[in-house]
């Protein structure tokens, strides 16, 4: 049984978060037990796209100095580590990790931002397959990571948090192909699940301070939590807060997929009571129940996926979308996003990677019939 630590904490100022942290690393035995002087350890933060922190889309800089700090304190040599969706090259990642805040933050606390763009290929053995993967080179050279996760929702795997968050471990526009080959929601979470397994951070933290419901990973709301997550175990981590958010996890393709594989979720909570924390109105993308309809219309309703739709006064015509759609099914018609839905492969990186969140995901008319008007 993995413990994982719950502290309170409910606002960005650095004193405080840096208190949260270290709550929940004390209650894990101490970061000392982990990092030993002179060690190199990377911080992987979710940083998704270029946006202010203030859009809760990213992990807050303050939880990256907190970790950095305490790092920093145990002889260690923090760098925080990153691919950002979309293109993987060095101002695009300069003006990624300006957006979200770590410019300054690295600056204060003397906390480098890797630049190095190098790749090393890794290979993954599970029980489902053994194949290559190229995976950032400057994560694996340090001694161990700290996988820094943002508390969100998720429009293809219904939540992001530690698992999710180590896809970011592969380089830039190569997370295309994954999506290519793995367009079954199942096989993704799958895919997700093998990566964790491959680029093992030693320690995950979990921004849940400002978390994000509804359109997430990117378009959608702020929604105060208040919490701050950690454990040695992603799975577990990602457990709780699944309990706390009160999120089905047979729903939920990463746990549901790992449950099947045999991957315990079970967890022991120290720090605060889970009682104390659960958010009973979190909004999630559309969930389908377990026998809600059954029959023809249960199996049309458990095959069917919502669509990506652009809100037009919204738009921008910036491209992004259309450059980074892994099925190349977005051409742009008077400035703004056209798509093939019959080649979509309902990824949502559009609506992820949309800078004016001007992409939101729509169920279809029968599903929303069925499920009435939710
Ligand atoms: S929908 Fe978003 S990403 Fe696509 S062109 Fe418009 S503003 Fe840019
Ligand atoms: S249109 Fe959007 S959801 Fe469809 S394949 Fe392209 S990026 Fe993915």
Do not use: W
């Not at 190569?174 to 699940?193: M, T």
């Not at 089905?248 to 099947?260: G, V």
């Amino acid at each position: 049984m993995s413990k994982v630590a719950i502290a309170k904490c409910n606002d960005y100022q650095d004193e405080k978060v840096y208190q949260a942290v270290k709550e929940c690393f004390d209650l894990l035995g101490g970061l000392n037990k982990f990092v030993k002087k002179g060690m190199k350890v990377a911080i992987k933060p979710n940083l998704l796209m270029a946006k202010s922190p203030d859009g809760h889309a990213t992990t807050h800089p303050s939880v990256i100095a907190a970790i950095g700090r305490q790092i920093i304190e145990c002889g260690g040599a923090p760098l925080v580590v990153e691919s950002p969706g979309g293109p993987y090259f060095v101002t695009y990642l300069k003006a990624t990790y300006k957006a979200c805040g770590m410019t300054a933050m690295s600056k204060k606390y003397n906390i480098p931002l890797n630049t190095d763009l190098s790749t090393i290929p890794k290979v993954i053995k599970t029980e489902r397959n053994t194949r290559k993967i190229t995976v950032l080179k400057p994560l694996l050279d340090c001694d161990l990571i700290i996988n820094a996760s943002k508390m969100k929702t998720h429009a293809m795997m219904i939540f992001t948090g530690a698992i999710k968050n180590m896809f970011g471990a592969i380089a830039g526009t190569e997370k295309a192909a994954y999506h290519i080959n793995s367009s079954d929601y199942d096989k993704f979470a799958n895919d997700l699940i093998d990566i964790f397994q491959v680029v093992v951070p030693t320690l995950n933290v979990m921004d849940g301070i400002i978390g994000m419901e509804g359109e997430g990973p990117s378009a959608g709301d702020p929604k105060q939590v208040g919490v701050i997550v950690a454990s040695t175990n992603g799975f577990s981590l990602d457990s709780v807060v699944h309990d706390i958010l009160l999120i089905d996890k047979e729903q939920s393709y990463i746990l549901k997929n790992a449950k099947q594989r045999g991957i315990s979720l079970d967890y022991e909570i120290v720090g605060c009571d889970l009682e104390e924390v659960i958010i009973s109105d979190f909004k999630v993308p559309f969930q389908r129940k377990k026998g809600e309809v059954k029959g023809i219309f249960g199996k049309i309703m458990n095959n069917s996926k919502s669509k990506p739709v652009v809100i037009k006064n919204k738009c921008i015509g910036c491209e992004i979308c259309k450059d980074n759609c892994p099925a190349l099914c977005i051409t742009m018609v008077d400035g703004k996003p056209n798509f093939d839905y019959d080649a979509c492969i309902r990824c949502f990186c559009c609506q992820e990677l949309c800078p004016e969140s001007a992409i939101i995901t729509k169920k279809p008319l029968l599903i929303k019939l069925l499920s009435g008007g939710r």
